[in-house]
């Protein structure tokens, strides 16, 4: 590579990316994927049981459609909502952890 007047052989990137002792990753940790996992199976399982109460209290005689169209809309919005609060937290904690590895440095 040639800088001005100057003559230099130089890798690209030598000088500009350090040697890391361990793998850079976005990821947050195996148990915050899980913990968000699991409060989204739990989000969905509450939002049915909600809805099929909602439905067992108004209503009389055969309602077997009615509570499970409330189970299922229920579940899936519920799921929904949990998994929005799941990213957004494990959004946090991966800037939690970036921050923190900034501050260690």
Not at 12 to 17: E, I, K
Not at 33 to 50: C, D, N
Not at 77 to 100: D, K, N, P, Q, Y
């Amino acid at each position: 590579m040639r800088f001005g007047s100057v003559s230099a052989t130089v890798k690209a990137y030598d000088y500009l990316v350090p040697e890391a002792d361990k793998p850079l990753s976005a990821l947050p940790s195996r148990a915050a994927r899980a913990t968000a996992f699991t409060s989204i199976l739990l989000g969905g399982l509450l939002g049915g049981l909600m809805g099929y109460l909602l439905i067992n209290v108004q209503c009389e005689g055969d309602c077997h459609v009615q509570k499970g169209l409330a189970v299922f809309i229920g579940s899936v919005s519920f799921a929904i909502g949990m998994s929005i609060v799941a990213v957004l937290g494990l959004r946090a904690v991966g800037e939690w952890r970036e921050a923190r590895d900034a501050f260690d440095d």
